[in-house]
């Protein structure tokens, strides 16, 4: 199993309507065959500048590379995530034999 997460901030005023419209269409990204457990998650802790997080699973490397190539993942990055995030820090997790 791997747990792929990515905690960011957005461009966009907090609340804002192209706040919601970007986490609306960020959701199509469960969609795309092997995406487990998907979330969309508020940032809470006072000792970083993000306000958001997805985490999703994938059963094995197979999936999370289908996932990473899917034309909607693929889309979603350079039309929407490349020019509406301002930072991130992604990590993926396995667990630990």
């Known amino acids: 199993m791997i747990r792929?997460?990515?905690a960011f901030r957005l461009?966009?005023?907090t609340g804002s309507s192209e706040e919601a419209d970007f986490?609306?269409?960020a959701r199509e990204l469960s969609t795309i065959p092997g995406?487990?457990?998907?979330?969309q998650l508020a940032q809470t802790s006072a000792k970083n500048d993000f306000t958001f997080g997805f985490s999703m699973e994938f059963a094995d490397?197979?999936?999370?590379?289908?996932y990473n190539e899917h034309p909607v993942h693929t889309a979603f990055v350079a039309e929407?995530?490349?020019?509406?995030?301002?930072d991130f820090l992604?990590?993926?997790?396995e667990p630990l034999a």
């Open 4 to 6: 792929h997460t990515v």
């Open 11 to 13: 461009v966009h005023p």
């Open 23 to 25: 986490l609306a269409t």
């Open 35 to 39: 995406v487990e457990r998907f979330e």
């Open 61 to 66: 490397a197979a999936a999370y590379a289908g």
């Open 80 to 86: 929407r995530w490349v020019l509406e995030v301002a």
């Open 90 to 93: 992604e990590l993926d997790y």
